[in-house]
């Protein structure tokens, strides 16, 4: 099963320094077929103003993924981090037994970003955070955090869920071909780009929604394409 959910079709949030967009039922816009996809509850489309950004707030029991697409953000929680994320950079929080954070655009330009958040594997576990830059390599999907201990291998940051997040850049005219686990699934989406997922078209920011699937064919149309993609061990 390949569900495409358009990006005109999400649900919307904007105020003076926040135009959010939703891919799931999140804060005051709900949508009883859109609650998540699996273990995913959250993946947000944020655009933050200069000098602005979310005030110190609690988490729990939460695995949050932050990927910079332009811009910057800089972080700061109650165990004393504080880091600037930048444009192709991913920032990993651990929230666990309780953390707060607050999040900010400290730049003179506006940020645009994912928030991406899955249910940990298991409850508990200390809260943390960490950032990494990956290379954006064209034409190559990267780990960039995981609950695999392979890929935490090979780089990527760790997280406590069932998910990989891979990211990268494609060339127009590229096809290629993703595998997944047997009972999991994947949701992704092109920052931008045009793409052609498993005979379905997709636009710049549309949701994919994958499963049932043992692998999934990507054409990238219209490139370069930068795709963001969470693959899911298990639905």
Known sequence: ?????????????????????????????????RLGHGPLRVWNDDEIAPQSGFDPHPHREMEIITYVREGAVTHRDSLG??????????????????IVHAEYNLESTPTRLFQIWVLPARRGVAPGWEMRRFPREEGALIPMASGDPARIAE?????????????????????????????????LVPARGRLEVGGVAV????????????????????GPAELVLVELFAL
């Open 155 to 187: 780089g990527a940051l760790p997280l406590h869920a069932e998910a990989t997040l891979w990211a990268g850049t494609v060339p127009a005219g590229v096809s290629f071909t993703k595998s997944l686990p047997p009972r999991g699934g994947a949701y």
């Open 81 to 98: 981090h504080e880091g600037r994320i930048g444009a192709g950079e991913v920032q990993v929080m651990h929230a666990g037994t309780g």
């Open 203 to 222: 636009g710049p920011r549309d949701g994919v929604a994958i499963a049932g699937e043992s692998e999934v064919s990507i054409r990238v149309e219209e």
């Open 1 to 33: 099963m390949i569900s495409l959910r358009p990006f005109s079709a999400l649900g919307r949030f904007r105020n003076h320094w926040l135009n959010a967009r939703y891919h799931f039922s999140f804060a005051d816009y709900y949508d009883p077929a």
